[in-house]
């Protein structure tokens, strides 16, 4: 791993992050903790997240129950995700790396893999659905020029990294808020009001699967957390941190996908993202144009976020059998590959990806809640946030290669879900004498958790606090030991 560079932290305020993978030294931490807040609002107030919410009206689902849906499964996916956040400071380190810990070096792999498939899925449904706000706008254009230029754009955001994007989604979410505040009230008044804010149908499979599909959307942000804060201070109170990432990724994820419930609801030619413009204009003229138009352009710089992450879990991946030096020019160039990825697949897929979309939100659900589970119990009841960081880049070191405890703890609460998954490619044996109704969630969850937490009582937490101190040490030699978490 690279030694800290001499003022980096100037280095990386002033134009391309240095940092990648690596370590962030106590004397480049900064920031301020309610900054998580606007981050994480306009991180999740993009137009795709709009869509998350045509869901259950498109299954029969009332407009009232599907709201009731959104705000259960928007609190339990953030509950999950938003206690990442202390992750960062503590550790100094991006989310996924953290996994070593509980998977080993390579070992990691798995739920590594995951996390790049999640944050590419992401990206290529985020390009599709801007470039069909930008032609909806009037602006004309083949499909793939518009592709082209929306994944360079937030390229270049991507490339500078931490900073930049903080700053460009704090200033973005002064903008959202006025406009979409305008945008819902006005849509409630001409698309009935009492009319429109009734329960509606109740059906529990529409029900549960929207659910699933909000609380999957929200802890797909789980595996990028504390990517967004390891420049924070070490010394940054706990509950703050998690209080300002949760109301802004729950607060967004309620107002955004409740309004798409709304729209899809109300309109009886079916909704889809454009619907913004169409009833915005019917508010008052430009109203619409203007909302979609500010829409798009949030949509690709949330594609930036989405790059930045992949090009670190990228990088994590392949530094597990070969090392990867964790500096500016290895992120710029996983940048390129990322984004290049992300295009061809783009170009590849269908316009009409809604359908897709939803099995998309599902399986992000499957795959993170065994790791969101393992990380978690792991961080905050086995070794309570005392980690070596620099055995966690080290195959020899405390934490090994191949670490079978959060292996088998991932594959038991994986396996313990398979009978309750519902989707239209497989539908386990128990969501079919449920009807249809998907619960692995709540199985999948304690299953991972309590199968990690037994395996790991038989951990050396006395040895690898003599590791803990002596990786400090090596890394801040100048700092007050008082100063490590």
């Known amino acids: 791993m690279n030694e800290p560079l001499p003022n980096a932290g100037a280095i990386q305020r002033r134009g391309i992050e240095v940092r990648s993978i690596d370590y962030v030294p106590l004397r480049e931490r900064h920031g301020k903790v309610w900054h998580q807040g606007p981050f994480w609002f306009t991180s999740n107030f993009g137009l795709l997240t709009l869509a998350a919410g045509f869901i259950g009206p498109a299954m029969g689902l009332g407009f009232g129950w599907s709201f009731v849906a959104i705000v259960l499964g928007s609190l339990f996916g953030t509950f999950f995700m938003a206690f990442h956040a202390n992750q960062g400071p503590t550790l100094g380190l991006p989310q996924m790396i953290q996994s070593r810990a509980q998977f080993g070096l390579r070992g ?101 699967t929207v659910f699933g599909a909000v609380s999957g959307f929200l802890l797909g942000y789980a595996i990028y957390v504390s990517d967004y804060t390891r420049y924070l201070p070490p010394d940054t109170r706990t509950g703050p941190l998690v209080f300002w990432t949760y109301l802004g990724a729950a607060g967004s994820s309620i107002w955004m996908i409740g309004l798409g419930a709304l729209l899809a609801s109300a309109l009886t030619d079916g909704a889809s993202i454009n619907s913004i413009l169409e009833v915005g204009d019917d508010v008052f003229p430009g109203l619409g144009w203007i909302t979609l138009l500010v829409g798009g352009v949030a949509l690709v710089t949330v594609m930036a976020v989405n790059t930045y992450g992949a090009t670190l879990v990228g990088i994590s991946a392949i530094d597990a059998f070969k090392t990867v030096p ?112 998907d619960i692995s969630v709540v199985v999948g969850l304690p299953v991972a958790a309590i199968s990690y937490w037994l395996l790991s009582r038989s951990i050396d937490l006395d040895a690898e606090e003599q590791a803990r101190r002596d990786s400090f040490a090596t890394l801040e030699p100048d700092a007050d030991p008082r100063a490590m978490h």
């Open 108 to 208: 990691a792999v798995i739920p590594i893999a995951a996390g790049l498939f999640v944050y590419i899925g992401l990206n290529v449904f985020d390009t599709i659905a801007a470039t069909d706000a930008f032609l909806a706008l009037g602006a004309g254009g083949d499909r793939t020029l518009w592709y082209v230029g929306i994944v360079l754009v937030q390229v270049v955001i991507a490339i500078f990294g931490y900073d930049i994007i903080h700053v460009v989604q704090r200033w973005l979410t002064w903008i959202l808020i006025p406009l979409f505040a305008v945008l819902t009230v006005g849509a409630i008044i001409i698309l009935g009001g009492g009319e429109i804010l009734t329960m509606g149908d109740f059906a529990w499979v529409p029900f549960l």
């Open 326 to 437: 964790p500096t500016r020019t290895t992120r710029v160039i996983a940048v390129l590959v990322v984004s290049a990825i992300v295009l061809g697949l783009a170009l590849a897929l269908p316009e009409d990806f809604l359908g897709s979309f939803s099995v998309f939100l599902t399986l992000l659900l499957y795959f993170l809640v065994p790791w969101t589970a393992v990380n978690l119990v792991d961080y905050y009841f086995v070794r309570r946030g005392r980690y070596s960081v620099l055995d966690i880049f080290d195959p020899r070191g405390i934490y090994g290669r191949w670490s079978w405890r959060g292996m088998v703890a991932y594959l038991l609460g994986f396996a313990s879900m398979i009978p309750f998954f519902s989707t239209i490619v497989y539908t386990g044996p128990i969501a079919q004498a449920l009807g249809g109704a």
